[in-house]
């Protein structure tokens, strides 16, 4: 059965849209990642045109977060003031991201653009966490050969620097009294890199708030994802504005195979251990970036671009 | 499919042989022409369609003998577009859009249909097919020749890009003939259907008209409103998410 995307102007197979979210929503609920990072690629390399495909992931993303926020909401795992110092920064950067989204659409090179930036973007973040993985495990074994239990992992250095910033705020839930200069930059940096290239960024807001803001891990998780709900609802707005090229009925499909697939994969993600599962991810990872790589490089298919950049 | 397109015909001809016993005496000679519909609806279901031209060449008593018969082309123009072609160049490594050549109001479907032995304007006519909406035709050179003919090839890939030379069938040695092809990639819109009539490379008469296609239903509505209301469309995605979210989480969750 095939369905017509009104914005994308093609038809895509019902069962590939709905196969597609539920890929991705079960490596999203086996990793505990949004899998936008994933999503958006999958599309693009289907052959959804690459505006829609980023501006159609993002309301994906909020509905694939929504429950997820509420339950830690619920069980008052979440830093409300600052998820709204997130938020309203990240106003800012989806604003900003949007803005810069359509330009580069009308400039034709927002199909480049992404490209890179994906290549680069999960070049990074695969490589770093397939070694923090595999050292992770090293470690274990080594420790089990000595017949120790192993420590668990240092956090990074204390970086004094950004606990030394004016303009400080007391966070009550997280028990911080920090400068609010990071985390409005945090907040804007990332929505403005998930708005462009329809990610919810979880995967980096979350180290980056333990790691440099020193955020208890036990609201880190709730606070992130509220924050994503958040953001990635004022870019959906705006790439509906900027660009229109949200496509309701693509988001949709993806929306109900996502949910369902993130069920799944959460409870299969409960009988495997925590380093294999991130060794695994950051292959994956890997995997999707070398494709994007190679797009990069091989002589395409055509030789000329058309973008249609008016009516 | 094909009951209804032949009767639409038939109407469209009955219609046209009423329009030629009514036609008003005077001109030597005049085209009449019509389609066998003005209105192409698109469902989710479309998959294409043809629409049909009949026309007759009506001449009064006066008009003298011809030796050679008509010439008769047909121009067929979609929606205007604005249009960034560029060529992918090879930088450092991996491939850029270069920076390209941008045209204006340039047809979405283009058509050229013609009797077996167009003549000599048929160069004129194809120019003409490919001129921008509203503006002058007139010959590309150079590099903006190349990424406009690259531009032609990707409509052409969608079958949005049509020469059919012998496409206009002469019924008679008056009466003709022609069926427009639509895929179903054809973009909605005004379509203009421009008929000319030659004899010996002598344009005698031309007619212009024209037919819609539009979107119907759902589809419609949805992309109707992310262009017309694009504010409000983008809360209602966001609810829909949100809901969609909440709903899922609900429903998991006693399971």
Known sequence: MEVYLPIAEMPIGVLMGLAMGGCVGLISGLFGVGGGFLL????????????????????????????????????????????????????????????????????GQLTLVIAISYTVFLATIGGLTLFESVRAMMRTRAAERRGETALP???????????????????RRSRLFISILPVIGLGFTISFLGTLLGIGGGFILVPALIYLL???????????????????????????????????????????????????GA???????????????????LAVGARFALNLVLPPASLFAVTVVGP | MVRPRLLLGLIGL??????????????????????????????????????ALFGVVERDAQTVARGGGYEIAVIVRGPPNDVLVQRKTRRFGIWVNAEGERFRRVPS?????????????LESLMIEADAPLGLAAKRLEGE??????????????????????????????????????????????????????????????????????????????????????????????????????YVGGVVFRRN
């Open chain 1, 40 to 107: 958006t690629p999958l599309l693009i390399f289907s052959g959804i045109p690459p505006s829609v495909a980023v501006a159609s992931v993002t309301p994906q993303i909020v509905a694939s977060s929504t429950s997820g926020a509420l339950a830690y909401f619920r069980r008052g795992q979440v830093d409300l003031k600052l998820a709204g110092i997130l938020i309203l920064s990240g106003s800012f950067g989806a604003i900003a991201g949007a803005e810069l989204f359509a330009l580069l659409g009308s400039l």
């Open chain 1, 153 to 171: 992992a240092r956090n990074g250095g204390t970086h004094g620097w950004i606990h030394r910033l004016p303009l400080k705020v007391r966070f």
């Open chain 1, 214 to 264: 020193k955020v208890p891990t036990s609201v880190v998780v709730g606070t992130s994802l509220l924050q994503i709900v958040g953001v990635m609802a004022v870019a959906t707005v705006m790439h509906s504005v900027a660009s229109q090229s949200v496509d309701a009925v693509l988001a949709f499909i993806l929306m109900l195979g996502g949910v369902f697939g993130a069920q799944v």
């Open chain 1, 267 to 285: 409870s299969i993600g409960r009988s495997l251990r925590g380093e294999q599962l991130r060794a695994l991810l950051g292959l994956l990872v």
């Open chain 2, 14 to 51: 009955a219609c046209l042989l009423a329009s030629v016993l009514l036609a008003r005496p005077g001109a030597a000679e005049e085209l009449v022409v019509d389609l066998s519909t003005d209105t192409i609806p698109i469902a989710s279901d479309f998959s294409g369609t043809s629409i």
């Open chain 2, 109 to 121: 479907f283009s058509g050229l249909f013609t009797t077996p032995d167009p003549g000599p304007q």
């Open chain 2, 144 to 245: 903006r020749a190349l990424l406009f003919q690259a531009y032609a090839s990707k409509l052409a890939e969608d079958d949005l890009y049509v020469r059919d030379i012998g496409g206009v069938e002469m019924l008679t040695d008056r009466f003709f003939r022609t069926l427009i092809p639509l895929p179903d990639l054809a973009p909605d819109g005004r379509y203009v259907v421009d008929v000319l009539l030659f004899v010996g490379g002598v344009l005698l008469d031309r007619h212009e008209m024209s037919f819609n296609v539009d979107k119907f239903g759902f589809e419609q509505k949805v992309y109707a409103a992310s262009h017309e209301q694009p504010l409000l469309y983008g809360f209602l995605v966001v609810t829909l998410a949100l809901v969609t979210g």
